[in-house]
């Protein structure tokens, strides 16, 4: 059974910084991309940063470039995104997904792409 598990959400002010945590079991990650895509209060989810498992490659929408990354931990199966100099209109609930590599092309940026979604954490950033 697949689970992917954030954690780390939180309120913080404008230019602060979070790091939110993605624990993933029952999935080989290296056949996966692993996603993070936020959904703010009346809005669409949309794609914030993916990257490739296997081989370590990145993409980040261009509102977050520069200030968002995604370290991992191969070892314990978790994936991070480290988000500073954050603005109010990054508050979002934000979920950490998984596309299969094998049926997905690269970047993956919609949301219907990915098979697996966590259960979310919610963003709050004041101004």
């Known amino acids: 059974q697949v689970q992917l598990a954030e954690s780390g959400g939180g309120l913080v002010q404008a230019g602060g910084s979070l790091r939110l945590s993605c624990a993933a079991s029952?999935?080989?990650?290296?056949?996966?991309?692993m996603g993070w895509l936020r959904q703010a209060p009346g809005k669409e989810r949309e794609f914030v940063a993916v990257?490739?498992?296997?081989?370590?490659?990145?993409y980040y929408s261009d509102s977050v470039k520069g200030r968002f990354s995604m370290p991992r931990d191969s070892a314990e199966g978790t994936l991070y995104l480290q988000m500073d100099s954050l603005k109010p209109e990054d508050t979002a609930v934000y979920y950490c997904a998984a596309a299969n590599r094998f049926a997905s092309k690269w970047p993956v940026v919609a949301p219907t792409d990915y098979n697996y979604w966590g259960q979310g954490t919610q963003v709050t950033v004041s101004s």
């Open positions: 029952g999935l080989t990650l290296s056949n996966y991309r």
């Open positions: 990257i490739s498992w296997s081989s370590g490659s990145t």
